[in-house]
């Protein structure tokens, strides 16, 4: 089961396979924590998406003397159910790309990456749930899409060709890899990454290059105590501009020259955040300003801005970086729903284009025989939450930790408790 169908879940439905036991299909998390590019949301989606994609370590603890040796419960019995149909008029956050020609869309919606004409109407599905695809760019020749994707457990750069076909991955290893954008001429990316650092905790952020063909990598950012994100390719091909995030978060945007070199700023904000540059053919640069509100009393907001004027006015912009058309228009996510302007003047100046859409995916929904439970019973029951077992260096005792206390299991015999901590209420 993927985390779309497992989001898609109905505690009334007797057919709801979202049953907390059964981690099956569930893919971990990255070990660290997610590179956040704002704090507003684009209006609600269709439906949910699940928040924590990891199993729990433990199913909780039982009561009475001495645990039972651990067995997993047999999963339920799933038998072949009936497909559902669901249907996506808007999505929260979604990426966006936009065709060199212009007349062509690509956005992700709930996971998947559907393409659609510039005005709008029924999309097409590219691929499937399990690439849990974002930030995606359009190759200036328009014969591929590259995107930060998550199939393989990490985020890593893939392209494919505008129809979905040839997914080809581009990097690889146990580090993120974020944001993606090309160079003028389609011959390397630009992208985040945390490469270099330690396996398991990283690196800060840096921004780095990667050759389409050849795979060679580039570090073009490496100073201390900052984080570099969000590359935009400048139209002249000299330089990437990104990001920097210092102590009080991403409140400059700066560049660096396409081979690397010295940072310069380009620009900062006094509060809030700046996320998503992106740079039109004639200098103009976009990004999204978050403010520093304070949920529930005054939420944060995000504003879209070209040059530093807010071209938005009321508008729950998606941290997302917009994308220019050749005529000037940008294009960009919020209130949930794809959205088109002509920056100019003031803001609100220029009313938003919404562009409508229609995405249906067919859903299977297995049943399966409901899991009973009883919180009232007092009689005893198998330990399910032990914590930590290690094997004894002659391999015929297991230690681990349950209810309280530090147990030895012979192998084959009786847990025996060799020290119980105080109970605590």
Not at 1 to 27: E, T
Not at 203 to 229: A, F, K, N, P, Q
Not at 384 to 407: E, K, T
Request: proline share 11%; charged share 20%.
């Amino acid at each position: 089961m993927n985390p779309f169908i497992k989001g898609l879940s109905d505690p009334s439905d007797p057919s709801d396979p979202s049953d907390p036991s059964d981690p099956s299909g569930l893919r971990g998390l990255p070990r660290r924590g997610l590179l956040k590019a704002g704090l507003a949301g684009a209006g609600a989606a269709a439906l949910p998406l699940p928040v924590d994609r990891r199993p729990a370590d433990g199913a909780g603890s039982g009561s009475g003397g001495a645990p039972s040796a651990p067995a997993a419960p047999a999963p339920p019995p799933r038998t072949a159910g009936a497909t559902r149909t669901l249907t996506f008029r808007q999505g929260t956050n979604a990426s966006l790309a936009v065709s060199p020609t212009g007349d062509r869309l690509i956005a992700e919606v709930q996971g998947v990456l559907w393409s659609l004409p510039r005005t709008g109407g029924t999309a097409t599905a590219l691929t499937g749930p399990d690439l849990d695809p974002a930030r995606l760019a359009w190759s200036p020749d328009g014969s591929l899409v590259a995107v930060c994707a998550y199939r393989d457990g990490g985020f890593h750069l893939w392209t494919m060709a505008p129809d979905g076909s040839g997914l080809r991955r581009l990097t690889s290893g146990p580090w993120d890899d974020r944001g993606v954008s090309w160079s003028p001429d389609g011959r390397r990316l630009a992208f985040a990454s945390e490469r270099g650092g330690d396996p398991a905790t990283g690196s800060r952020y840096r921004i780095w290059t990667v050759d389409v063909r050849s795979g060679e990598l580039v570090r073009l950012t490496d100073d201390d105590g900052v984080e570099d994100y969000d590359p935009a390719w400048h139209p002249g091909g000299g330089k990437v501009l990104f990001v920097r995030a210092g102590a009080r978060g991403g409140r400059e945007l700066a560049s660096v020259p396409a081979g690397g070199g010295p940072v310069t700023v380009e620009r900062t904000v006094d509060s809030g955040t700046l996320s998503g540059p992106a740079v039109h053919a004639d200098g103009r640069i976009a990004y999204v300003h978050v403010d520093d509100g304070v949920y529930p009393v005054n939420p944060a907001t995000a504003t879209l801005v070209v040059d530093g004027v807010p071209v938005t006015d009321g508008e729950d912009v998606s941290p997302l970086p917009p994308c220019w058309t050749a005529d000037g228009t940008l294009l960009y996510v919020a209130d949930g729903r794809l959205r088109a302007r002509r920056p100019g003047g003031a803001a609100g100046a220029s009313k938003p284009e919404t562009i409508p859409f229609t995405a249906s995916l067919e859903v299977p929904r297995p049943h399966y025989r409901a899991k009973r439970y009883d919180f009232d019973s007092t009689a005893p029951r198998p330990v399910r939450g032990v914590h930590l077992p290690v094997l004894s260096p002659d391999g015929r005792s297991v230690a681990f930790a349950a209810l309280d206390a530090l147990w030895v299991l012979p192998i084959g015999g009786r847990p025996r408790a060799l020290v119980r901590a105080t109970a605590t209420t």
